[in-house]
């Protein structure tokens, strides 16, 4: 697996048709292609998502753990002339939660506040 992590300058979907790019030896790939082959987002529910105020894809700034390996077997998929491709399931890492702390994170801050230690 190789980890690649989203930056704030360009969009999600950039960063995947570069990297997909790179892979297949290509100097361009179309936005369909590369939302096509990222677990079944096609360009058509991208816009809609993007129309809805909906990021599609990870968030920026977390990791995302795409095997370079299935990208290249679905590249020569489509190539081939394979109706059907492979997906290529790109997952990320969860972003911390934020909000109120569970209640077992509580009572654990609240004994160790009593017992004077670090939190």
């Known amino acids: 697996m190789t980890e690649i992590v989203m930056l704030d300058t360009i969009s999600t979907t950039t960063t995947l048709a570069l990297l997909l790019a790179q892979v297949s030896g290509r100097l361009s790939i179309k936005l369909d292609e590369a939302c096509a082959l990222f677990d079944g987002t096609t360009a058509k529910s991208y816009r809609n ?11 920026f700034g977390h990791p ?3 095997d370079l390996r299935d990208v290249a077997a679905a590249i020569d998929a489509r190539r081939a002339g394979a109706k059907a491709a492979p997906r290529v399931v790109a997952s990320a890492s969860a972003p911390k939660k934020r909000g109120r702390p569970t209640k077992a994170e509580a009572a654990r801050r609240s004994a160790a506040a009593q017992e004077g230690g670090a939190v």
Do not use: N
């Not at 809805?52 to 990870?58: A, I, M, N, S, V």
């Open 49 to 59: 998502k993007k129309s809805l105020g909906r990021e599609p894809f990870p968030s």
């Open 64 to 66: 995302l753990h795409v």
